[in-house]
């Protein structure tokens, strides 16, 4: 089955379901000698795990990685990179409901149209779980990129959640990010965001966000003419995550409000080097990196299981009640964070050495 795999040169395909005995990626294109441990990756892992707090789902899965394949003696080989991640917190039986009905908003209905069959117990291949993979793989990525890429940093944080949205406080770094468990690097906004997910979790219902990212350090040159552009290769990366519902680069919908020469960014130099007075680009022009900040935001919906009685249908085509039992997250944004990294880091990587082959 295609639509299983991304990336050109350093390519990943991810496998497993949300109920099955393991999940897992296989990093293809990954080049030799980088030093690489599962610490390396659990470390990223850890931070998507579910079970983090009381605005997250209490599914409880340690997210364990073993490398399989790939690495000898510390050093990448060169060879395609196996890691598993076994799945141990299952509770099939709160879907059982489900089997029969189809969630609203869920893949469940076009699933079942499309295949003919369809796992039920979590969404299968449909749920968010899958993305795990994509967080180790993205670690991998970043390790790379930190070694060949003096400088190179990418922060993603809550910006948004609900109507609730984060002030100016300057550069994000990872620890203002991690100071509190809603991931919104404004201590104020924060506090709000987390009453808010509490209250809403409360009445049985979900809530939707924004996550921001800022990318430090690219060189000049990154992203391919014409459908493969930086910008519409990251577009891609996050369209593919689970909820994301919108994607903007630098100024993005803001900046139809602006006239042209309010919108321009104006070049002038610093040293030896060529800049931009201002970043409405988002550090992307004609769909290549320019050496600015890339800086790109993501919209997620709200969670699609609530704890509501809602309309639907059967399997048999009868219309049917249907209210979601287990657990779930009332929230996606604060666990999307490291996802988005994750992304953001396996588009560069690969157009780090699609570039590579030009020099």
Do not use: W
Request: proline share 4%; hydrophobic share 40%.
């Amino acid at each position: 089955m295609a639509g299983n795999s991304f990336g050109k040169i350093f390519q990943i395909t991810t496998f497993g379901e949300s109920h099955g005995p393991m999940i897992g990626v296989v990093i293809d294109g990954c080049p030799a000698g980088l030093s690489l441990c599962e610490a390396d990756v659990q470390v990223e892992l850890d931070r998507r795990r579910p079970g983090q707090s009381s605005v997250t789902t209490s599914r409880d899965e340690e997210d364990g990685v073993s490398i399989m394949t790939g690495v000898f003696e510390g050093v990448t080989t060169g060879m395609p990179i196996m890691m598993l991640i076994k799945n141990k917190d299952q509770r099939s039986g709160d879907y059982a409901n489900v089997a029969e009905v189809f969630r609203p908003s869920h893949a469940d209905y076009v699933y079942q149209e499309k295949y003919g069959v369809r796992d039920y117990r979590g969404g299968g291949r449909s749920s968010a779980r899958e993305t795990a993979c994509r967080v180790a793989a993205g670690a991998v990525a970043k390790k790379f990129l930190e070694s060949v890429i003096p400088g190179y940093v990418c922060t993603a944080y809550v910006s948004q959640v609900g109507d609730l949205r984060a002030g100016d406080v300057g550069e994000v770094t990872r620890s203002m990010v991690e100071a509190n468990v809603v991931r919104c690097p404004d201590s104020g906004a924060a506090e709000k965001m987390i009453e808010l997910i509490e209250k809403v979790k409360a009445e049985g219902d979900t809530v939707g966000g924004v996550v921001s990212c800022v990318v430090k350090g690219l060189p000049v040159g990154l992203g391919e003419p014409v459908f493969d552009r930086l910008n519409a290769d990251l577009g891609k990366a996050m369209m593919s995550i689970n909820a994301v519902k919108g994607f903007e680069v630098g100024s993005g919908f803001g900046g139809v409000e602006m006239k042209g020469s309010e919108h321009n960014d104006a070049f002038f130099v610093e040293g030896s080097r060529v800049r931009t007075k201002t970043n409405n680009s988002g550090g992307i022009q004609g769909g290549i990196s320019n050496g600015e900040d890339v800086r790109f935001r993501v919209a997620f919906k709200p969670v699609a299981t609530v704890m509501k009685e809602q309309d639907s249908v059967s399997v048999s085509g009868e219309e049917a009640k249907m209210r979601a039992v287990g657990r779930h997250d009332p929230c996606v944004v604060p666990r999307a964070v490291p996802i988005v990294e994750a992304m953001a880091n396996l588009v560069i990587v690969d157009h780090y050495l699609r570039a590579k082959m030009f020099l």
